[in-house]
């Protein structure tokens, strides 16, 4: 996600600021394309993995199932079964290109990324037009901050499969990272073209476009994440920061109080600590100084080195204290 800060202007010349929650809102890529093998059966089954535990125990001696059975365990967050399942397969099966981009996905979630590019670059010499190892490959060097290599593999994942809708929505992200707006839109709009439920890429979309200025467009996209994910605290962040430089304040309330609403459950409390802090910046903003601060103070109450806060806490007790004196 970038991060950055950005100062809004009040009367009397103070300058009310934000945290460091970022209203670009770039969403790590987190789409993947690993392989599943599926078939029909006349059972009713609890679950994916109980499906592959069977294939496997009449199959002991084929690849293919473990590899299913790794992703099952993948999907389920187990990382440390799905490594082993994944060379159980290689094991059996040692030219299984499939096996490789999996277990190479299992070592970019544990950030091992360098263990993860040599895995997706084996499975790309057993077979050099597999789209989704190049995707892959793309993720792990965006991770590793080398956001070239990552645009290259990107496109080279899109020159075998021009609709591969991870690639271009990562494609999307990288240019984003590096300014490149317009090919940032580009890849995003094809993207949406392929997946137009891609709540992620209209609020990146909006993003883009509050950086341009283009404050009305930035709204749009906004309001279509929403109407795709309706509990999406993020894209409520952004609404409503947008709404403060549009000089809509009492919409850029309800945003940021709907931003509240839906990230309640978050385990970072940082985020949460933000949303308080940019929400007294919009009631001081219609000079509500009461109710700014009593959401510093609860902004500092889940994080107390939110300095934002802190400063104009201090700013609002000296203009009080003005008060009090005249």
């Not at 993995?49 to 590899?67: F, H, I, M």
Request: aromatic fraction near 16%.
């Amino acid at each position: 996600m970038n991060g950055s800060v950005t100062k809004f202007q009040l009367k009397r010349g103070l300058a009310w600021g934000r945290g460091g929650f970022c209203f670009n809102c770039i969403f790590a890529a987190i789409a993947v394309l690993l392989s599943f093998f599926t078939y029909q059966r006349n059972l009713v089954w609890e679950d994916g993995q109980t499906l592959c535990e069977d294939v496997v125990s009449k199959s002991p001696n084929k690849a293919r199932p473990y590899v299913n059975l790794g992703y099952a365990y993948n999907e389920k967050g187990e990382f440390d079964k799905a490594l082993e399942l994944y060379k159980k397969a290689l094991v059996l099966k040692p030219d299984y290109p499939l096996a490789y981009n999996n277990l190479g996905w299992v070592y970019y979630k544990k950030r091992k990324f360098d263990k993860a590019l040599e895995l997706y670059k084996r499975a790309l010499i057993l077979k050099s037009d597999y789209s989704e190892a190049y995707n892959n490959m793309g993720l792990a060097y965006y991770d590793r901050k080398d956001i070239e290599k990552a645009i290259a593999s990107y496109n080279k994942a899109l020159s075998f499969k021009p609709d591969l809708p991870d690639a271009q929505y990562n494609l999307g992200i990288a240019y984003q990272n590096k300014g490149l707006f317009d090919l940032a839109i580009r890849h995003y709009r094809r993207f949406l073209s392929i997946q137009p439920d891609g709540y992620k890429a209209h609020n990146n979309l909006g993003a883009i476009y509050y950086d341009k200025g283009l404050l009305d467009l930035a709204i749009r996209h906004y309001k279509k994440a929403l109407k795709i994910k309706p509990d999406g605290y993020m894209t409520y962040y952004n609404l409503g920061l947008t709404y403060y430089q549009k000089g809509s304040i009492d919409k850029s309330i309800l945003s940021y109080k709907n931003a509240l609403k839906f990230s309640v459950d978050l385990v970072d409390k940082n985020y949460i600590s933000d949303i308080y802090a940019v929400l007294g910046n919009a009631y001081a903003k219609k000079g509500f100084l009461q109710d700014a601060m009593k959401n510093y103070k609860m902004a500092l109450s889940l994080n107390p080195e939110n300095t934002i806060s802190l400063q104009n806490m201090q700013i609002i007790k000296e203009i009080n204290n003005k008060k009090n004196f005249k």
